[in-house]
C-alpha cells in the first residue's frame, strides 16, 4: 500500500519569522520567534507556542512578547522540556542605547507552561470526544546574558548570528551549548553549560577568536559518550567559516580558564587559478554532525549556480557530493534529524531538509549502512516541495523522532515533522510519514522507522509506465522510418532526406544510395531480378527438352551483353554471380580476334572446376607483371569496361587470357 501524501499545515503571524525549534520530548509543540527589530514601524518582537497537533491546521498556544525597543529574534532552541512546561533559549541584541554603552545581553531565556496534554488518535488528530482545555499557563523571562567580548567597534552591529545546543542524551548527561556572532569586526564562537536555565558567564566552557573579517556561517556539536559511559561530557565541535571547515573537542568538565581554544583546519575551498577571470569561491552555508567522524556540508556553487551536499570525514576528505536540482540557484538553510536505529536493524538514515532561495524545500534522505567496514553512504531522494512560502525561507527545523517502545503491532503510524518559516510571517509544518523496516519487523520488538519516498498508486504507476513505453516506441519507429527513408529502403513519408546536408546524406546513405553513373538499388535489384527469371526459364526449358531455340536465343544474346562492368557491379553489390547451375562464379577477360581483323575484349564466368586450357596464359589480376597490367588498363579503358578513376583494386581477383581460346570445356561427372 502507499503511503498517504504529504500532509501540509500554515498558519500567517503578525510578524516576519526567523528561528523555529519543535519541542524534542513532543513534537505536538513549535516554538517560533521574530519580529520587526527596534523601533520598526509598530511590528513587534515576538516568542510564539504552536500546537501542530493536527496535519492540517496550526493553532496558537500563547505569545512572549518581547519589548519594542530591542531587536528580533534571531536565533531560537529548546533547552528543557517537561509535560508541563519548558524553558528555551532565544538571540536577542539589547537596544542600541546599551549596545553603545558596551552592554549587550544577547543570550536570553524563557519559561513556558504547557497546557494540559489532550489525547491524541493514532492519525495525529485530536480526538473528538476531547475537548481542548482553555489555556491559562504563564510565560516569563528567566534571564538574559551577555557571552561575546564587548565590542570595540565605532558601530555596534554585533548579534547572535548562531544558537546551537548539543542532543539530549538518554541519561539526562550534561549538554553543552555555542553561540556565534554576526557582524562582529572579529568573530567570535563560545561555548556554554547549556543544562542550566540562566546560563551567565560563569558557564563559559570554551571561546574561539576568529580571524579578522571572518564569521562562523554554523555550528554544531555531537557528544562523545559511548554506550558504556565513557567520554562523558566530552563533546565535538565543528565550524565553518565561507571557505573553511574546522573541528575541536571541549570538555564540559573544565571551565574557561582565558586559553587559546586549540582548532583544527580539515578542509578548505581552493582558490581558482590565477590566470582564471572569475577568482570567486563555493561558499559554504551549513553544516550537520551525522557521527563524530563524518559532516555533512552544504555549499552554494560561485554565481548562484547551484547547490549541493558533501559528506566530509574529519579527516578532511570529502567521500560523496550530491547536487541539488538545477531550479535551485542558491541555498538558505538546512535541518538534519537522526531516525533512531534498532538493535536489529543494518541501516543508520538521518533525514535532510535543504531550502532554496526560490522558496523550495528539498527533502532527502543519507542511508549508511552499518554492517559495511567502511560505513557505506547513500543519499536517497525524498520529495521536493515548491513554493512553500511567499518569499525567502529564513529556517527549517525538524522535530526529533523518539523510537517507540512498543512492539510494532500495538503502535500507532509514525511520523516526522517538518517545520519553516518566512519573513512573510507564515509559518508551514509538513508530516512525512515513516514505516517501518523491515516491514513486518521482528515479533514482539519495536520497529526501526525510516523515511521513504512517497510512491504512486498502482494504477498510476501502471498508466504512467505505459506512456513511456508507447511513447518510446513512437520515437524508434520515427527514427526507423527516417533512416530507412534517407538509405533509400523505403517510399518517402517523412521527407527525412531533406533534414540532411548533402555530405551527411552521403555519408548515411550508403549503400542504398550511389554516386552519379552507378545504378540504384532498386534498378540494379531489378536488372538481377530479370536476368534471373530469363535463366531460369532456359534451365526449365532444356530440362524438359522443348525446342525453345528462339528463347534460348535471346537469353544467350543478353547474358553476353553484360560486359566486365555489369559483372564487376553484381560482384560487388554481393548478390550471387551466377545465373543458373551452369554458369561460373570467376570473372575472365579476354581478348581475341573480331571480324575485321580487329580485336575484342569479352568477361565471361567460369566454375572453379573447369579447366583451363594455356594456362600459363590465363592469369588472375595481381599474378601480372606491370608491363602487362598497363597494356589490359588500356584495352579495357578503350572498350569502355573500365577507367582509371576507378582504381585496380576492382580488377583483383579477375582472369585475363589473350587467346579466344583460353578456357577450356566444362569436366563432366
Same mark, same amino acid.
Given at each position: 500500500?502507499?503511503?498517504?501524501?504529504?500532509?501540509?499545515?500554515?498558519?500567517?503571524?503578525?510578524?516576519?519569522?526567523?528561528?523555529?525549534?519543535?519541542?524534542?520530548?513532543?513534537?505536538?509543540?513549535?516554538?517560533?520567534?521574530?519580529?520587526?527589530?527596534?523601533?520598526?514601524?509598530?511590528?513587534?518582537?515576538?516568542?510564539?507556542?504552536?500546537?501542530?497537533?493536527?496535519?492540517?491546521?496550526?493553532?496558537?498556544?500563547?505569545?512572549?512578547?518581547?519589548?519594542?525597543?530591542?531587536?528580533?529574534?534571531?536565533?531560537?532552541?529548546?533547552?528543557?522540556?517537561?509535560?508541563?512546561?519548558?524553558?528555551?533559549?532565544?538571540?536577542?541584541?539589547?537596544?542600541?542605547?546599551?549596545?553603545?554603552?558596551?552592554?549587550?545581553?544577547?543570550?536570553?531565556?524563557?519559561?513556558?507552561?504547557?497546557?494540559?496534554?489532550?489525547?491524541?488518535?493514532?492519525?495525529?488528530?485530536?480526538?473528538?470526544?476531547?475537548?481542548?482545555?482553555?489555556?491559562?499557563?504563564?510565560?516569563?523571562?528567566?534571564?538574559?546574558?551577555?557571552?561575546?567580548?564587548?565590542?570595540?567597534?565605532?558601530?555596534?552591529?554585533?548579534?547572535?548570528?548562531?544558537?546551537?545546543?548539543?542532543?539530549?542524551?538518554?541519561?539526562?548527561?550534561?549538554?553543552?551549548?555555542?553561540?556565534?556572532?554576526?557582524?562582529?569586526?572579529?568573530?567570535?564562537?563560545?561555548?556554554?553549560?547549556?543544562?542550566?536555565?540562566?546560563?551567565?558567564?560563569?558557564?563559559?566552557?570554551?571561546?574561539?577568536?576568529?580571524?579578522?573579517?571572518?564569521?562562523?556561517?554554523?555550528?554544531?556539536?555531537?557528544?562523545?559518550?559511548?554506550?558504556?559511559?565513557?567520554?562523558?561530557?566530552?563533546?565535538?565541535?565543528?565550524?565553518?567559516?565561507?571557505?573553511?571547515?574546522?573541528?575541536?573537542?571541549?570538555?564540559?568538565?573544565?571551565?574557561?580558564?582565558?586559553?587559546?581554544?586549540?582548532?583544527?583546519?580539515?578542509?578548505?575551498?581552493?582558490?581558482?587559478?590565477?590566470?582564471?577571470?572569475?577568482?570567486?569561491?563555493?561558499?559554504?552555508?551549513?553544516?550537520?554532525?551525522?557521527?563524530?567522524?563524518?559532516?555533512?556540508?552544504?555549499?552554494?556553487?560561485?554565481?548562484?549556480?547551484?547547490?549541493?551536499?558533501?559528506?566530509?570525514?574529519?579527516?578532511?576528505?570529502?567521500?560523496?557530493?550530491?547536487?541539488?536540482?538545477?531550479?535551485?540557484?542558491?541555498?538558505?538553510?538546512?535541518?538534519?534529524?537522526?531516525?533512531?536505529?534498532?538493535?536489529?536493524?543494518?541501516?543508520?538514515?538521518?533525514?535532510?531538509?535543504?531550502?532554496?532561495?526560490?522558496?523550495?524545500?528539498?527533502?532527502?534522505?543519507?542511508?549508511?549502512?552499518?554492517?559495511?567496514?567502511?560505513?557505506?553512504?547513500?543519499?536517497?531522494?525524498?520529495?521536493?516541495?515548491?513554493?512553500?512560502?511567499?518569499?525567502?525561507?529564513?529556517?527549517?527545523?525538524?522535530?526529533?523522532?523518539?523510537?517507540?517502545?512498543?512492539?510494532?503491532?500495538?503502535?500507532?503510524?509514525?511520523?516526522?515533522?517538518?517545520?519553516?518559516?518566512?519573513?512573510?510571517?507564515?509559518?508551514?509544518?509538513?508530516?512525512?510519514?515513516?514505516?517501518?523496516?523491515?516491514?513486518?519487523?521482528?515479533?514482539?520488538?519495536?520497529?526501526?522507522?525510516?523515511?521513504?519516498?512517497?510512491?504512486?498508486?498502482?494504477?498510476?504507476?501502471?498508466?504512467?509506465?505505459?506512456?513511456?513505453?508507447?511513447?518510446?516506441?513512437?520515437?524508434?519507429?520515427?527514427?526507423?522510418?527516417?533512416?530507412?527513408?534517407?538509405?533509400?529502403?523505403?517510399?518517402?513519408?517523412?521527407?527525412?532526406?531533406?533534414?540532411?546536408?548533402?555530405?551527411?546524406?552521403?555519408?548515411?546513405?550508403?549503400?542504398?544510395?550511389?554516386?552519379?553513373?552507378?545504378?540504384?538499388?532498386?534498378?540494379?535489384?531489378?536488372?538481377?531480378?530479370? @536476368?534471373?527469371? =530469363?535463366?531460369? %526459364?532456359?534451365? +526449365?526449358? $532444356?530440362?524438359?527438352?522443348?525446342?525453345? #531455340? *528462339? /528463347?534460348?536465343?535471346?537469353?544467350?544474346?543478353?547474358?553476353?551483353?553484360?560486359?566486365?562492368?555489369?559483372?564487376?557491379?553484381?560482384?560487388?553489390?554481393?548478390?550471387?554471380?551466377?545465373?543458373?547451375?551452369?554458369?561460373?562464379?570467376?570473372?575472365?577477360?579476354?581478348?581475341?580476334?573480331?571480324?575485321?581483323?580487329?580485336?575484342?575484349?569479352?568477361?565471361?564466368?567460369?566454375?572453379?572446376?573447369?579447366?583451363?586450357?594455356?594456362?600459363?596464359?590465363?592469369?588472375?589480376?595481381?599474378?601480372?607483371?606491370?608491363?602487362?597490367? @598497363?597494356?589490359? =588498363?588500356?584495352? %579495357?579503358?578503350? +572498350?569502355? $569496361?573500365?577507367?582509371?578513376?576507378?582504381? #585496380? *583494386? /576492382?580488377?583483383?581477383?579477375?582472369?585475363?587470357?589473350?587467346?579466344?581460346?583460353?578456357?577450356?570445356?566444362?569436366?563432366?561427372?
Amino acid at each position: 500500500m502507499a503511503p498517504p501524501l504529504l500532509s501540509c499545515a500554515k498558519i500567517t503571524l503578525t510578524y516576519p519569522l526567523y528561528a523555529a525549534d519543535f519541542d524534542p520530548q513532543n513534537s505536538d509543540f513549535l516554538l517560533v520567534g521574530g519580529g520587526g527589530g527596534e523601533g520598526r514601524s509598530g511590528v513587534g518582537n515576538k516568542i510564539t507556542l504552536l500546537n501542530t497537533s493536527k496535519r492540517s491546521e496550526l493553532s496558537e498556544i500563547v505569545d512572549i512578547n518581547l519589548s519594542r525597543d530591542e531587536d528580533s529574534v534571531t536565533s531560537l532552541a529548546y533547552a528543557q522540556s517537561t509535560e508541563q512546561w519548558a524553558t528555551a533559549f532565544a538571540g536577542i541584541n539589547s537596544s542600541t542605547a546599551e549596545q553603545q554603552r558596551g552592554r549587550n545581553e544577547h543570550l536570553r531565556s524563557f519559561l513556558l507552561e504547557y497546557p494540559p496534554r489532550r489525547k491524541i488518535r493514532g492519525d495525529g488528530e485530536d480526538s473528538e470526544r476531547e475537548k481542548a482545555t482553555e489555556y491559562k499557563g504563564e510565560t516569563k523571562a528567566l534571564g538574559k546574558a551577555s557571552l561575546f567580548t564587548p565590542s570595540t567597534a565605532k558601530t555596534k552591529e554585533t548579534f547572535q548570528r548562531v544558537l546551537r545546543l548539543s542532543k539530549k542524551t538518554k541519561n539526562n548527561g550534561p549538554r553543552l551549548g555555542a553561540v556565534a556572532t554576526g557582524l562582529a569586526p572579529v568573530g567570535e564562537i563560545v561555548f556554554f553549560a547549556a543544562d542550566t536555565s540562566r546560563p551567565g558567564p560563569n558557564d563559559i566552557r570554551g571561546r574561539i577568536k576568529l580571524e579578522e573579517k571572518q564569521e562562523a556561517a554554523d555550528v554544531d556539536i555531537i557528544g562523545l559518550e559511548g554506550d558504556d559511559g565513557q567520554q562523558e561530557g566530552k563533546f565535538r565541535v565543528a565550524y565553518c567559516t565561507d571557505y573553511e571547515v574546522y573541528v575541536t573537542d571541549i570538555d564540559y568538565n573544565k571551565k574557561d580558564n582565558g586559553a587559546e581554544q586549540s582548532i583544527q583546519n580539515i578542509h578548505g575551498t581552493p582558490h581558482p587559478d590565477a590566470f582564471a577571470s572569475n577568482k570567486a569561491r563555493p561558499k559554504f552555508r551549513c553544516l550537520r554532525f551525522l557521527t563524530p567522524t563524518l559532516l555533512l556540508l552544504l555549499q552554494n556553487k560561485v554565481n548562484s549556480k547551484g547547490a549541493e551536499l558533501l559528506l566530509l570525514e574529519i579527516s578532511g576528505v570529502i567521500t560523496v557530493r550530491k547536487s541539488l536540482s538545477k531550479k535551485i540557484k542558491s541555498a538558505t538553510a538546512m535541518s538534519v534529524a537522526l531516525l533512531p536505529t534498532a538493535s536489529y536493524s543494518q541501516i543508520d538514515q538521518h533525514a535532510i531538509a535543504v531550502a532554496g532561495a526560490d522558496s523550495s524545500i528539498t527533502v532527502l534522505t543519507v542511508d549508511r549502512l552499518t554492517s559495511s567496514p567502511y560505513g557505506k553512504v547513500k543519499f536517497r531522494p525524498h520529495s521536493s516541495l515548491p513554493s512553500v512560502h511567499p518569499t525567502s525561507i529564513t529556517s527549517l527545523a525538524f522535530s526529533t523522532f523518539n523510537l517507540p517502545v512498543t512492539p510494532w503491532s500495538t503502535t500507532p503510524p509514525q511520523y516526522l515533522k517538518l517545520a519553516s518559516t518566512s519573513i512573510a510571517n507564515t509559518c508551514v509544518v509538513h508530516t512525512l510519514p515513516l514505516t517501518p523496516h523491515p516491514s513486518p519487523p521482528p515479533k514482539d520488538q519495536p520497529a526501526h522507522y525510516l523515511l521513504k519516498a512517497p510512491v504512486r498508486s498502482s494504477v498510476t504507476q501502471n498508466t504512467i509506465s505505459t506512456l513511456v513505453a508507447l511513447l518510446a516506441i513512437a520515437i524508434g519507429a520515427f527514427f526507423l522510418q527516417a533512416f530507412t527513408e534517407i538509405r533509400g529502403g523505403t517510399p518517402e513519408y517523412l521527407g527525412a532526406k531533406g533534414w540532411l546536408s548533402k555530405p551527411i546524406h552521403d555519408w548515411i546513405a550508403r549503400p542504398y544510395m550511389f554516386e552519379d553513373g552507378y545504378l540504384s538499388a532498386a534498378s540494379s535489384h531489378a536488372k538481377i531480378t530479370s @536476368e534471373a527469371v =530469363k535463366t531460369s %526459364l532456359s534451365a +526449365a526449358s $532444356e530440362a524438359v527438352q522443348t525446342p525453345l #531455340e *528462339a /528463347v534460348h536465343s535471346a537469353t544467350v544474346k543478353a547474358q553476353k551483353k553484360l560486359g566486365l562492368r555489369d559483372l564487376l557491379k553484381r560482384r560487388d553489390m554481393g548478390s550471387d554471380t551466377s545465373d543458373s547451375g551452369n554458369e561460373g562464379t570467376d570473372i575472365i577477360v579476354k581478348h581475341s580476334p573480331a571480324e575485321g581483323g580487329e580485336t575484342a575484349l569479352s568477361a565471361e564466368l567460369r566454375n572453379p572446376n573447369e579447366v583451363i586450357e594455356s594456362e600459363h596464359k590465363a592469369r588472375r589480376w595481381e599474378e601480372l607483371k606491370e608491363h602487362e597490367k @598497363e597494356t589490359w =588498363k588500356k584495352r %579495357l579503358v578503350d +572498350a569502355g $569496361e573500365w577507367t582509371v578513376a576507378e582504381g #585496380e *583494386a /576492382v580488377l583483383k581477383g579477375v582472369l585475363f587470357s589473350g587467346l579466344a581460346n583460353a578456357v577450356g570445356g566444362i569436366a563432366n561427372a
